[in-house]
């Protein structure tokens, strides 16, 4: 999967039932609305939800926008808004206390790429919620190719014998190449599950952030459905 920032549950569960987890991180960034999220997530408020955006360089790239060269644009205040926004909505929340000095800690650093800042809130989930997977990252495995046939020659690299897809892949998948391989695909469709939130009601599709600062170390039963 590409690198997310603050990512959502249903990313965490897809790496908990595979094997080997491959950043995709050498690729350009999705810029389809619907699941663009490397530099962006959502969080809990009183009244809804709210984004969290990091501000990117992109002018002047004419297209390149590989997610591993991609410098977050730090002449802007994003850093302070982010960590005012997650202290003031989740203070109330049982296990903020918790995580409250990583999270200050986070933000008082200068990141410069995204990927970076992206794989360092995806690695103190994955610690938090007890998922011990291998991650590589396609950067350091060197294959042009785009697509389904990148996909195929990153699970080849690897000797595996299956694919765990999110549900899009159904869009440009082709089956067939993976068929061939001997890999078979297997689409993730996440069943997000229902918890108590810091505020009445419950919204769904947040950061992981959320069901981690609300149920601490209880956090990954609930990740799992268990």
């Not at 699970?155 to 869009?171: H, L, M, N, Q």
Request: glycine share 4%.
């Amino acid at each position: 999967m590409q690198p997310a920032y603050w990512p959502w549950l249903g990313y965490f569960h897809r790496i908990a039932i595979s094997d080997i987890f491959i950043v995709l991180d050498h690729v350009q960034i999705d810029k389809n609305s619907k699941t663009k999220f490397a530099n962006r997530n959502k969080i809990r408020t009183k009244d809804d939800w709210i984004w969290l955006t990091v501000p990117l360089k992109t002018k002047g790239k004419f297209g390149e926008l590989y997610l591993n060269k991609l410098e977050i644009a730090n002449d802007t205040k994003w850093r302070q808004k982010h960590l005012a926004a997650i202290s003031y909505n989740y203070s109330k929340a049982p296990f903020f206390k918790d995580h409250e000095a990583y999270i200050k800690e986070l933000y008082g650093n200068q990141w410069h790429f995204i990927v970076d800042l992206s794989y360092e809130t995806i690695n103190y989930l994955m610690k938090n919620f007890n998922i011990d997977v291998p991650v590589l990252f396609s950067s350091k495995m060197k294959y042009i190719a785009k697509k389904d046939e990148l996909l195929l020659k990153l699970c080849k690299e690897v000797g595996a014998d299956t694919y765990i897809s999110g549900p899009f892949g159904r869009d440009y998948i082709r089956e067939q190449l993976f068929n061939n391989a001997g890999i078979k695909i297997v689409y993730h469709d996440y069943k997000h599950p229902v918890y108590k939130q810091a505020y009445d009601g419950f919204v769904p599709y947040m950061s992981a952030l959320d069901l981690l600062l609300n149920y601490g170390k209880k956090s990954k039963d609930i990740l799992m459905g268990e």
